[in-house]
């Protein structure tokens, strides 16, 4: 299997000028059809507040692998309630995570809905290779 450097596609891509997703109130969220559609298949690569957040892989079957960039992995689902669209990872899956979805221009914007005052993230690249993920369980 070959794995992006998830680090280094991530700092290039902050270093550059991101494009602002629309605000979350001025824009309609993203449906799941319309999500799945844009995702999966892909890694996304998000930011809050200028800084490196996070990225996603987006697997067929509504599946995700999650990583905060420390090379720690969550698997997960995806599925849509209520207008959003949520995430039961599998270290935690009575804590689901729901977000509404912006698309624009320059890729996507996530709000973070469990805690809308919180969380706001901006998609700032984007990659058809998987993730690294060289936590403690990988190979177990």
């Known amino acids: 299997m070959r794995l992006a450097p998830t680090a280094l596609i991530l700092a290039a891509a902050l270093a550059a000028p991101a494009a602002r997703a629309p605000a979350a109130e001025t824009a309609e969220p993203m449906s799941a059809a319309a999500f799945d559609r844009y995702a999966t298949g892909k890694t996304l690569f998000y930011a809050s507040d200028g800084h490196a957040y ?41 804590d689901p995570q729901c977000w509404s979805f912006f698309e624009s221009g320059g890729g996507l914007m996530a709000q973070f809905e469990n805690d809308p005052a919180q969380t706001e993230l901006i998609e700032v690249n984007q990659s058809r290779e998987p993730l690294m993920c060289t936590g403690p369980d990988v190979g177990a």
């Open 54 to 94: 996070g990225a996603e892989q987006y697997l067929s079957g509504r599946r995700v692998i999650w990583t905060f960039l420390d090379g720690n992995c969550s698997e997960g689902v995806w599925y849509e309630s209520n207008g959003q669209i949520c995430f039961r990872y599998d270290h935690d899956p009575e």
